[in-house]
């Protein structure tokens, strides 16, 4: 038996030595270093020590994390900005009289595509994206009902649908859009393992530490045949942990791809 760190990177479990890990930390306050390669985020100061730290995602030619978030908050801005452009457009067909061409699935529209597909392990950002469903749902009903009042000639009851739209189940959205951003800024944060290399002290960013688990030997097997893209530079072994696959992380390797890289 020997004990692992399990944590998760992207989709996947990786594991790591417990006997060569001095600290698992949330990522302080990473200074960058220049012309440094590209998964090379900077140095931390952990109580006193000045160590370099990588970000295994960019290693593994994987977006980081950080900027997945800032990437996932700037796609929220542009979908609130679109859900008030649609319903400024339905006003505009209204008291233009012609025909409102936005969409009217809220399946169909770019928020309702993502919302759909979007999957999270945050509880918290779960249960406050699954706020949106009915306001979402509502807004784009109310095309629908505008469209009927017009093509009745009751112009002035569509525009006062929608004026109690904007008051009420656009506000709402739109409230609901600013809890979501401040979740994802306040909430955000990026774990790294320290770990003791012959050349130093190394951090490695990761999403999150799942476990503390011990492996027996016999469920470790040779990765040789299998298909792991880039990881397959840092690890030959995989290990089997009840239903998981865990790729074992060689501290051998990642010592020696930094001294290949002169870091």
Known sequence: MKKYVIYKVSDNLYGMPVGIIRDMVVLPHVTPVPQADYFIRGIINLRGKVIPVIDFRKRL??????DENIELVDRLRQREAEHREWIDELEASVREDREFKLEKDPHRCRFGRWFDGFHTDDLNLRGLLNQFKSPH???????AEVILKRSEGKTDEALDIIVDAKSGVLNLMIELFRKTYDLLEKEFKELAIVIELESGLQGIIVDKIVSIQNI?????????????GKASELTDKIAELGD????????GRIAEDLKMRHL
């Not at 030619?61 to 950080?66: A, C, E, Q, T, V």
């Not at 749902?137 to 095309?143: C, V, Y």
Request: charged fraction near 25%; aromatic fraction near 2%; proline fraction near 3%.
């Open 61 to 66: 030619g994987i977006k980081s994390l950080y």
């Open 137 to 143: 749902e509502t807004i784009h009903s109310l095309a």
């Open 216 to 228: 027996d030997s016999k469920n470790i097997k040779s990765t040789e045949g299998l298909s792991l």
């Open 244 to 251: 998981d696959l865990i790729m074992l992380v060689d501290p």
